[in-house]
C-alpha cells in the first residue's frame, strides 16, 4: 500500500504519525511526508526565518532516512496558508501522483491556523484528485481516503477511533524525532516529553507498550445498510 502523511509545517507529519509511517515503510509500503511549509517562523533567536527553512527542511530529509520514508516539502509559507484553487490543484495533482491508498493528516480543529486549513485542503484535494472530470497534468484520477493523527495543538475533540501499536518502532521513532532543533530545543512546547508521553499513554489504553493513533473524518464513521454492521440478516 501506499501511505501519505501530510502536516503544514515540517515536523508534524512526523509526530503525528511518525512510528505508524515506519511500521509500514519497514513492512515494505511506501510511504511519503508531504509538508507544506517548512515551519520556518519558529526560528530560534540567532537564525533567520530563510536560514531556518533550509535547516528544517534538511533536519526533515534525517528524519525521513532514520525512518525509511520519502519526504517532500513544498514552497509555501509558514503561518500564511491560505485556502484557495491554487494549492488544492497542486496537492491533487501530487497525489494523483503519489497514489495513496491513505492519507494522514491534521485534525479538523486546532489553535494553529495552519493546521485546519491542511485538514481542509486534504480533503478538497481528496474530491479533486478523485473527479476523472478535472485534468490535472494528464494524470489518471485518483480517490484516496483520509484520516486525522494527534497533535498537541489539534486536541480540541480529538477522540481517537483507531489505535496502532507501534511498540517496535517506537524507539526508532524517537531517536527520528531528536534530528529536529525545535523537538529537543524548543522553549515554548516540551515536543519530545510529550510525545514520548503521549504514545505510552495510548498504549497502555491499548494494551500495548506503545501506540499511536488515528481518527475518521467526521461523518465517515456512519454506516448505512438494513442490519447492525456485523449482524446482517439475509
Ligand atoms: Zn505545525
Partial sequence: MRLVVVGAHCGDAEIQA????HKYAKAGHEVTFVHLTAGEKGNPP??????????KIRESEKVAEVLGVSTITLDYKDAELTLDDEIV?????????????VVITHWEHSIHPDHVLCAKIVQAAQLKAGLPGFDL???PAHYYSYYHSENWEDMEEYVPDVFV????????????LSEYWFIMNSK???????YKALGTVRGCVNRTKYAQTLKFPIGTNVRKGGSIPGYEIK
Fill in 137 to 139: 497534468d494528464g494524470l
Fill in 188 to 194: 515554548s512546547f516540551r515536543y519530545y516529553d510529550y
Fill in 18 to 21: 511518525g512510528a505508524i509511517a
Fill in 89 to 101: 490543484t497542486r496537492v491533487a495533482t501530487l497525489m494523483r501522483k503519489l497514489k495513496p491508498n
Fill in 46 to 55: 540567532d537564525v533567520s526565518v530563510e536560514e531556518y527553512r533550509v535547516q
Fill in 165 to 176: 501499536d507501534v511498540s517496535d518502532e517506537f524507539e526508532t521513532y524517537l531517536k527520528a
